[in-house]
């Protein structure tokens, strides 16, 4: 790794996405990323938010406030909870639902990104990969 | 912290496998290293294969220019330092040779060329010994030589240093600044008695530590007294190891804990009474320590999460976490990794079944980072634990509601004062065996209260570990790449990769 885990994963992702990558904050924002159908608007941010045990553990993530779904608030969605420091523009996605298995040797923020679309595309599902897989 | 290249043990044993062979020719290797405090830790080694050097003899090695350039760009591309590193088969404990000098010299002009501000070092590993020189401006100065984890060395570094031996380590600074801050002063108006036998006539060791002497010597009391030891956590396990190492005659303590005390801490926390109910945990264990300790002991106090404060462990030789989160021993753990820092985990589990006990436990690890295994080499990080610890009160009640937490994974878990007991004696009986050298420390001890069986294991680091294996961060120091922003390729084909404000 030449700039550390988060830094080179950030890069990577960066040649799919505008990224902004911030060490300070541990924050990793993907830009103009395309939400599934169903999703309003189409195009938004992801936001990242790196544990201090990262890449131990699955970032926090979240979704711009304003996103919206056709058939209402997921079950996944938790509009009012947001990252630390009062930042009311976000609302978390709770990907941990899906009792996903985390794991550091392969896991990365690329694969985090594989995993928001298949969640966002079944968004009241438990288990939306295996679903995708089907 | 006096400066030296810092090599965890099983960097000095691939050292010796790699460039000591039986054909008696001289090799090389690369060792990336971080740096802290002018030290330069040693962390990945990257032996030069032999095709790739230009010139080898039983006298003589070196890469071709090429794999150099290449390596020590990439090097500080990384945000690590270069160690040069050849071997002298033929020399037990081995010294630059007046060729290594001159050689030495003119790389230091063309690379201190190339990267004004950079720093780099040059070793030479003989079959035990190791010499080390850093760039200290235009000349290249003499870097003492500390092993961690030596105990588990076959044969040890013959003349190398460690943090505790007094006027070497932290300690060394605090006396540089503070002339009068020294074994003199304790016990002022008598109390003391004057140990010559090994040497250091003169210097005094309070009365107070007689019996420590007489267990572990005069030599192993000094160093002690040398030591500055964070506790990370000074709840029920934490405020009974900060007590014993106060009483030890630790000199410097570093007490971190976010919490203050609630009236169901005080069947536990030592030091604390009713008066404490409302104030930070960190404030009532450092009054106990204080009127457990001699009066030259320092403590100071950090009333905030680790993860929050990580440069109050800059000045530790050692640290102790005592912690009840997981996250949070994980921190401390990977901390301890990048710096070379030695890490004492400590911690007590009971499990009860329909109000039956089920089991009750002490764990206690040590981590010395690239000699024994770390906290995340035996698979110990519960990422369910820490999804929770990550959790707001309000995020917990929501999860509850949607079926997602199990509300009884919030109940607070059981604790009693007597295995917290059990477990700091045991993690502080490593921090003694650690900073006094009197004998190996314990690598892994499990105490089963249940039945009163003790286990212990050695343990050896993981190259798949994700925190010291080959990917992970050993030795990196405290490296900063700053923020940037990256876009996807231009219609060039060129990947775009910008700083940003």
Same mark, same amino acid.
């Not at chain 1, 990365?108 to 438990?126: C, E, F, G, Q, V």
């Given at each position: 790794m030449k700039r550390g885990r988060?830094? !080179?994963?950030?890069?990577?992702?960066?040649?799919?996405?505008?990224?902004?990558?911030?060490?300070?904050?541990?924050?990793?924002?993907?830009?103009?990323?395309? @939400?599934?159908?169903? /999703?309003?608007? %189409? @195009?938004?941010?992801?936001?990242?938010?790196?544990?201090? #045990?990262?890449?131990?553990?699955?970032?926090?993530?979240?979704?711009?406030?304003?996103? =919206?779904?056709? #058939?209402? *608030?997921? %079950?996944?969605?938790?509009?009012?909870?947001?990252?630390?420091?009062?930042?009311?523009?976000? =609302? *978390? /996605?709770?990907?941990?639902?899906? $009792?996903?298995?985390?794991?550091?040797?392969?896991? #990365?923020?690329? *694969?985090?990104?594989?995993?928001?679309?298949?969640?966002?595309?079944?968004? $009241?599902?438990? $288990?939306?990969?295996?679903?995708?897989?089907? | 912290m006096t400066r030296r290249l810092r090599l965890p043990a099983a960097v000095v044993r691939e050292l010796r496998a790699e460039l000591l062979r039986e054909d008696g020719q001289e090799r090389f290797a690369f060792v990336d290293a971080g740096t802290d405090d002018g030290s330069l830790l040693a962390g990945r080694v990257d032996p030069v294969p032999d095709e790739d050097l230009a010139r080898q003899s %039983?006298?003589?090695?070196?890469?071709?220019?090429?794999?150099?350039?290449?390596?020590?760009?990439?090097?500080?591309?990384?945000?690590?330092?270069?160690?040069?590193?050849?071997?002298?088969? @033929?020399?037990?404990?081995?010294?630059?040779?007046?060729?290594?000098?001159?050689?030495?010299?003119?790389?230091?002009?063309?690379?201190?060329?190339?990267?004004?501000?950079r720093t780099f070092g040059f070793a030479v590993?003989?079959? #035990?010994?190791?010499?080390?020189?850093?760039?200290?401006?235009?000349?290249?100065?003499?870097?003492?030589? +500390?092993?961690?984890? +030596?105990?588990?060395?076959?044969?040890p570094v013959p003349g190398s240093t460690d943090r505790f031996a007094p006027g070497t380590g932290h300690d060394a600074s605090r006396a540089a600044g503070d002339a009068s801050g020294t074994t003199d002063d304790v016990g002022a108006g008598g109390g003391e008695r004057t140990l010559p036998a090994d040497g250091r006539e003169g210097e005094r060791i309070d009365d107070r530590f007689d019996r420590n002497v007489r267990a572990f010597g005069a030599e192993g009391q000094r160093r002690l007294q040398s030591a500055t030891v964070g506790v990370v956590g000074v709840g029920g396990l934490g405020s009974m190891v900060a007590e014993q190492l106060a009483r030890l005659g630790v000199d410097e303590l570093v007490l971190v804990d976010p919490d203050v005390v609630e009236e169901s801490n005080l069947a536990r926390l030592v030091g604390a009474y009713d008066h404490h109910v409302g104030k930070p945990k960190v404030a009532a264990v450092r009054e106990h320590c204080w009127r457990s300790a001699p009066t030259d002991l320092t403590v100071e106090t950090v009333a905030d999460r680790i993860e929050a404060r990580p440069e109050v462990l800059d000045d530790c030789d050692l640290v102790v976490g005592?912690?009840?989160?997981?996250?949070?021993?994980?921190?401390?753990?990977?901390?301890?990794? *990048?710096?070379?820092?030695?890490?004492?985990?400590a911690g007590v589990r009971i499990d009860t079944e329909d109000g039956r006990l089920e089991s009750m436990a002490a764990y206690v690890q040590t981590v010395a980072p690239g000699a024994t295994a770390c906290f995340d080499c035996l698979g110990r990080h519960d990422r369910e634990a820490t999804r929770l610890e990550r959790q707001s009160a309000e995020e917990r009640a929501r999860g509850v509601e949607r079926g997602y937490v199990d509300e009884d994974d919030l109940e607070p878990e059981p604790a009693v004062v007597h295995l917290n007991g059990l477990c700091a004696s045991t993690a502080v009986s490593a921090v003694v065996d650690i900073a006094t050298g009197a004998k190996r420390p314990p690598e892994f001890v499990r105490h089963d209260s249940?039945?009163? !069986?003790?286990?212990?294991?050695?343990?050896?680091?993981?190259?798949?570990?994700?925190?010291c294996g080959d990917d992970g961060v050993l030795g990196v120091g405290r490296r900063s790449f700053g923020d940037a922003r990256f876009t996807p390729e231009s219609a060039d084909g060129q990947s775009e990769e910008t700083p940003s404000d």
């Open positions: 988060a830094y !080179e994963e950030a890069r990577r992702l960066g040649d799919r996405y505008p990224i902004q990558y911030s060490e300070s904050d541990r924050r990793v924002v993907v830009e103009r990323f395309d @939400f599934p159908e169903g /999703w309003d608007p %189409r @195009f938004g941010k992801l936001r990242y938010d790196l544990p201090g #045990t990262y890449p131990r553990d699955i970032p926090t993530v979240y979704i711009p406030r304003e996103q =919206s779904y056709e #058939t209402g *608030k997921p %079950r996944h969605l938790l509009r009012g909870i947001g990252p630390s420091g009062g930042d009311g523009t976000w =609302s *978390k /996605w709770c990907i941990e639902d899906h $009792n996903v298995t985390w794991d550091p040797d392969e896991d #990365t923020l690329i *694969k985090l990104t594989t995993m928001m679309r298949a969640s966002l595309a079944a968004p $009241n599902s438990d $288990n939306p990969f295996a679903e995708g897989q089907a | %039983r006298t003589a090695c070196r890469p071709s220019p090429a794999v150099e350039r290449e390596h020590v760009s990439d090097c500080y591309d990384r945000g690590l330092s270069p160690v040069l590193v050849h071997s002298h088969p @033929f020399a037990e404990n081995p010294r630059f040779s007046g060729i290594d000098v001159e050689s030495m010299g003119r790389f230091r002009e063309w690379l201190t060329g190339l990267f004004p501000d590993v003989g079959e #035990t010994g190791v010499e080390a020189v850093v760039r200290d401006g235009d000349r290249l100065a003499s870097l003492p030589i +500390e092993v961690v984890g +030596e105990w588990k060395l076959d044969a005592c912690v009840d989160e997981v996250r949070a021993r994980s921190f401390c753990n990977e901390y301890a990794v *990048k710096h070379l820092t030695y890490y004492v985990d249940i039945d009163h !069986e003790m286990t212990a294991l050695a343990t050896e680091p993981s190259a798949a570990c994700p925190t």
